[in-house]
């Protein structure tokens, strides 16, 4: 199976970090988040959900590095 191999899972985890990061830059930088219930969250009209929100996106990218420490430390478990 393709995904199989850790050289796969390392560059997905790298492709959906990058994303994850330009997303992050957008929002921190233009103070709105679009969000899936609710639309258009704002930092100055919302700040707990627009916070809330940046929260989230620093959680994911503490999984994604974990992610990626497991697939280049402990390459053979993912086999």
Do not use: E
């Amino acid at each position: 199976m393709l995904m199989n191999d850790p050289k796969h899972i390392i560059f997905l985890d790298l492709f959906v970090t990058a994303m994850v990061i330009w997303d992050l830059a957008r929002v921190l930088r233009t103070g709105r988040a679009r969000v899936r219930l609710g639309g258009t969250v704002t930092r100055a009209h919302q700040p707990a959900r627009y916070w809330r929100y940046v929260y989230s996106i620093y959680l994911a990218l503490a999984l994604l590095a974990a992610t990626l420490l497991w697939a280049t430390v402990w390459p053979d478990s993912l086999r």
